[in-house]
């Protein structure tokens, strides 16, 4: 007799990578690939935004999810539904953290709905360069920390520099287990 089980899984498991990958993704250019790293330019972008005084990204992800997530499964003004797009970003620090997620390119200041959670906070990113580098699998605060520093001694080496926190880029849903996507940014002062 033949199992079907693993035919199941497999389709299951395609078809959550295929989902995923049609979502809208923030837009940018590239400006410069390196073996190592790339150097992007993004410009402004619409960002929902929870504050927290997390200091970990095990801290930060879940509550940070939830929060987000409420606003735009309908928890607004006009309880819109609201697409989710990718990636979620993690500015994880000693200080202040935040998690954000990208409104879809359709919206602007006017036409999206205020939150009914104060923690969310509607925000216009400022345009910028950044370099990036890539790595798969789950997020950990081990692969956050290991994979930053990878980065800095990439820039460092070519003498690129850089400021402000390295930041964190996820792309998938926790229930996507293979073709994972994440990456580390940081904002480089970049002339073209």
Avoid: C
């Avoid at 199992?3 to 295929?18: A, D, E, G, N």
């Avoid at 930060?60 to 979620?88: D, H, Q, W, Y």
Wanted: proline residues 5%.
């Amino acid at each position: 007799m033949v199992s079907y089980i693993p035919y199941i899984v497999l389709f299951t498991l395609l078809s959550t990578t295929v989902m995923a990958s049609s979502i809208e993704k923030q837009k940018y250019r590239l400006v410069k690939s390196e073996k190592e790293y790339e150097i992007r330019y993004y410009p402004p972008a619409m960002l929902a935004t929870v504050y927290s005084s997390a200091t970990s990204y095990r801290q930060m992800s879940t509550p940070g999810f939830r929060t987000l997530a409420g606003f735009i499964f309908g928890g607004n003004e006009s309880s819109t539904k609201i697409a989710m797009t990718a990636p979620v970003h993690m500015d994880i620090n000693d200080s202040k953290s935040t998690m954000s997620f990208v409104m879809p390119s359709k919206y602007d200041e006017q036409s999206l709905p205020s939150p009914n959670d104060s923690r969310v906070k509607l925000e216009k990113s400022q345009a910028e360069y950044v370099a990036v580098l890539k790595f798969g699998g789950y997020a950990s605060d081990e692969k956050i920390h290991r994979y930053s520093e990878k980065l800095r001694k990439a820039l460092d080496n070519k003498g690129i520099s850089y400021s402000g926190n390295f930041r964190y880029l996820g792309y998938n849903p926790p229930y996507q287990f293979i073709g994972r996507k994440n990456e580390i940014i940081v904002s480089v002062n970049w002339q073209e």
